[in-house]
């Protein structure tokens, strides 16, 4: 899973719009689009975002080079 769409997928989980979550970041909504259509985002940006959203930003190697952003909203995010 790309890290856009789980964070897409945790904003439907906790009710939240890309617009609440650009305010969030002091950012606005159409910077916060594109980095979620492009799935541009630095390690800190997505720090920021998962400590917002509640998530646990965890980075996995799963072949060497590619890492593994996975959301399972069966257990909240944890």
């Known amino acids: ?4 769409s789980a964070i897409r997928q945790r904003l439907r989980d906790i009710n939240m719009s890309q617009t609440q979550l650009a305010e969030a970041l002091g950012t606005n909504k159409q910077n916060l689009g594109n980095k979620l259509r492009r799935d541009n985002f630095s390690a800190q940006e997505l720090a920021s975002i998962c400590k917002i ?3 646990k930003l965890t980075m996995i190697e799963s072949e060497p080079g590619k890492y593994v952003i996975e959301y399972d909203s ?3 995010g944890d």
């Open 1 to 4: 899973m790309s890290a856009s």
């Open 53 to 55: 959203i509640g998530l």
């Open 74 to 76: 069966s257990n909240g």
